[in-house]
């Protein structure tokens, strides 16, 4: 078994270290998720690192994802191994050369981060929206649940198209699997020279386009051929499925890592099964588990190869007990009878059934639902529901599960469980702002914990499409097992939570989060003994509830002075290790620099020395508050809009602001995208630090205040 590396990375990562070793040419645009894969490979081409066969791979952007796949087309046509990174419509713009590479027998492999396809609105968050839309091309679509996963498919999707000839769409969900940080096997040289030998690279330098062997490619054909060329094919699709568990088992010989085209977990007599892919796979495997302990007969079966599908694969993953199957798609087909993976297993057991098959005493009862759009929450309270609507006798079809559907009524009920409450996973949340280093210090953290340790450690990061200046929540774990949670902490399970921004403290339930002894950790100008008197009424009666622990920094003040600005991530950073204990406070601090080196080094001495600066002062500025038996406050969280509103703004535009837009009901959604104007004018964020002031004695009339401001708040009048 050949020796490999261990490193804490991110899914994106993950795809784009093998992508950029194993390729030649790679042809990028950005759009959220994936933007991240090309800008390491530029990084990377840039410092002259090299791929496999000692070559400099070709960065090439250019000024649309149309652009890059016609490269990908062009380029591959010369035989050189090229790739690209997209997600949602940047995909779709790519289909008219996707179907051309596949038509062609190319071997490529696309990376797609998957995320929703603008409809009646836009989103930039996950779901299989967008890789459903191209399952028509003729590529294969191969699907990575986890960060261990993005990496070993990647490499194996490269070994698949070579030998295959039928191009791949290697898919992982965005955000939820593109953005988590986790532990990854790094694959050696020698390991990758084995799934990729020369002899297959030399097989498709050899089908290019040269002068040396001039062939026509790209033909016109009449009615009279060109369906039998369409079928023509047919013998590749027919083995790609057993080429793919090939090289599955290839790379199990040399890491011990097994997968299969259908990957089957729970009891070897179950009655109920799940079926679906990608990251909602980890936490319905650990749900799974949970109700195993609890004698449950229900399993779950993953699909990794969704296409070119194999119904003989599926039939023989799934156990002869099951009695009633709920497939899961994470994917909406208005109009359609049931969206697509229910609708190929149904297919699939029905043609089974249909020619003689006796696996099954009868054909299992089969409903599918929709879940997770868009980045939507799937916890294994929900993971349960649907096992639990199994039971009946008549199960809903095409149910919902995560939302509350008052208009059509497809939505299933549920109650939220706890499957990694376990005294051995620690779990910490961190409340930041978009752009303050909360989620860079966060990063390094998971690390440091995951490679400074023997721990096994997860950081998952929920962004606002606001970006810059919006709220940031990192959602941190960390325990002697591997951790397959693929959803946020939930309530009342947070061993440690950190306020990074006083203001939050109004405006945020942050403490329903934590658990009970747990740490609270807060940047205020307040000083130790003041500070409760800050806390809401609220928040007082929680400490005191649940016994928790507060420490009080005044981290502005301490990154001010060290000439930080108002950088104040290292100083959060040093205080979480310092009280968290997961490390020794003087080899945490040895560390955070380490990483804070590494991170900054590059924009010279200076930077680096404030932040050791900051690092050094956070210590001594940290402070337990002394927890009072009784509660003495008479503030309360403030509303999200106050006065009179219009029903909209209170119903809809006010929820969202909160953060309850989760629990917002499907009859109050405007059904075709369109919203009242004038809604922004409710959502003041108050979170500037400072704020300036116009003096009009000083003004020359430059007229660049309101050139550059995006809030319009001096108007230019001529």
């Known amino acids: 078994m050949a020796e490999q590396q261990k490193l804490t990375i991110e899914g994106n990562e993950a795809a784009a270290y093998i992508a950029h070793r194993c390729n030649e040419v790679i042809a990028i645009y950005p759009i959220t998720p994936s933007s991240a894969m090309g800008e390491m490979s530029d990084a990377w081409s840039n410092q002259g690192r090299k791929n496999l066969w000692g070559a400099v791979p070709e960065v090439i952007e250019m000024q649309s994802e149309a652009g890059a796949a ?27 050369n996707m179907y051309k590479i596949a038509g ?24 299989h929206s967008d ?8 590529f294969a679509l191969l699907s990575s649940n986890s960060v261990q996963e993005v990496m070993d498919f990647a490499l194996i999707a ?25 532990e990854a096997i790094i694959p050696s040289d020698d390991l990758m020279r084995t799934m990729l030998p020369d002899a297959l690279v030399r097989a498709h330098r050899k089908r290019a386009l040269t002068s040396d062997a001039p062939v026509l490619r790209g033909t016109s054909q009449n009615p009279d051929v060109y369906f039998q060329g369409r079928e023509s094919v047919n013998p590749y699709y027919d083995a790609m499925p057993d080429t793919v568990q090939a090289c599955f ?33 980890e936490a319905a495997e650990e749900t799974i588990d949970h109700l195993l302990s609890q004698d449950e007969k229900v399993g779950v079966l993953k699909v990794r190869l969704y296409r070119p599908l194999s119904a003989t694969h599926l039939i023989k993953a799934i156990p002869a007990n099951v009695k009633k199957i709920a497939v899961l798609d994470r994917t909406k087909e208005p109009g359609a009878d049931g969206e697509p993976l229910y609708k190929d297993v149904v297919t699939a057991l029905a043609e089974y059934i249909g020619s003689g098959g006796d696996k099954f005493a009868s054909m299992p009862r089969t409903v599918g639902g929709r879940y997770g759009l868009s980045s939507k929450e799937f916890t294994p309270g929900m993971i349960k529901a649907v096992l639990d609507e199994l039971v009946k006798d008549a199960p809903k079809n095409h149910f919902t599960i995560g939302i509350h559907d008052d208009l059509s009524h497809t939505s299933l009920e549920w109650n939220e469980i706890s499957v990694d409450a376990g005294d051995n996973v620690t779990r910490c949340m961190f409340y930041g702002l978009g752009s303050d280093g909360t989620v860079s210090a966060n990063k390094n953290s998971i690390k440091i914990i995951g490679e400074g340790t023997d721990l096994h450690a997860q950081g998952y990061f ?32 947070a061993h440690f939570i950190a306020c990074h921004q006083p203001v939050f403290l109004e405006r945020y339930d942050m403490l329903a989060h934590a658990a009970d002894g747990a740490v609270f950790l807060l940047n205020s100008p307040h000083s130790a003994d003041a500070v409760w008197n800050d806390l809401t009424k609220k928040m007082q009666q929680q400490i005191i509830d649940k016994k928790l622990s507060v420490y009080v920094i005044d981290a502005y003040s301490v990154a001010t002075e060290s000439g930080m600005g108002r950088r104040i991530n290292t100083v959060m950073q040093t205080c979480f290790f310092a009280i968290s204990g997961v490390l020794k406070k003087d080899v945490a601090i040895a560390k955070i620099k380490q990483a804070v080196e590494k991170t900054y080094g590059r924009k010279g001495a200076k930077i680096v020395e404030r932040n050791f600066a900051a690092i050094d002062a956070a210590l001594a500025h940290l402070h337990k508050v002394e927890i009072p038996t009784e509660i003495n406050s008479a503030s309360i969280m403030q509303p999200a809009v106050v006065g009179d509103v219009p029903e909209f703004v209170r119903d809809v535009t006010g929820e969202i602001i909160a953060g309850r837009g989760d629990a917002i009901p499907v009859s109050f959604m405007p059904n075709d995208g369109t919203w009242p104007l004038g809604t922004a004018a409710f959502e003041k964020r108050n979170l500037a630090l400072e704020i300036p002031v116009w003096d009009e004695d000083l003004c020359i009339h430059c007229g660049k205040c309101p050139f550059v401001c995006p809030h319009a708040a001096i108007r230019s009048k001529v």
Do not use: C, W
């Not at 490269?158 to 986790?182: C, M, W, Y």
């Open 70 to 96: 016609g490269t990908v087309h062009g380029a591959l046509q010369t035989g050189a191994l090229t790739t690209t990174f997209t997600s949602s419509q940047g995909l779709l713009l790519m289909i008219p």
């Open 104 to 127: 062609e027998l190319t071997s490529t492999v696309f990376h797609v981060a998957a995320r929703s396809l603008a409809a009646q609105g836009l989103s930039i968050f996950g779901d």
């Open 131 to 138: 890789v459903m839309a191209v399952r028509q091309t003729g």
């Open 158 to 182: 490269q070994s698949v198209t070579l030998k295959a000839r039928i191009p791949v769409i290697h898919f992982f969900d965005g955000f939820r699997t593109s953005h988590e940080v986790n």
């Open 249 to 281: 088992d290839q790379f199990a010989k040399l890491t011990g890592r097994q997968y299969h085209l259908f990957e089957y977990h729970g009891s070897p007599d179950a009655e109920r099964l799940i079926i679906l892919m990608g990251s909602g796979a």
């Open 462 to 493: 929920v962004y606002d499409s606001k970006k810059a200046g919006a709220v940031t929540i990192s959602h941190l774990r960390f325990g002697p097992d591997p951790i397959r949670s693929s959803y946020l902490i939930g309530q009342n399970e």
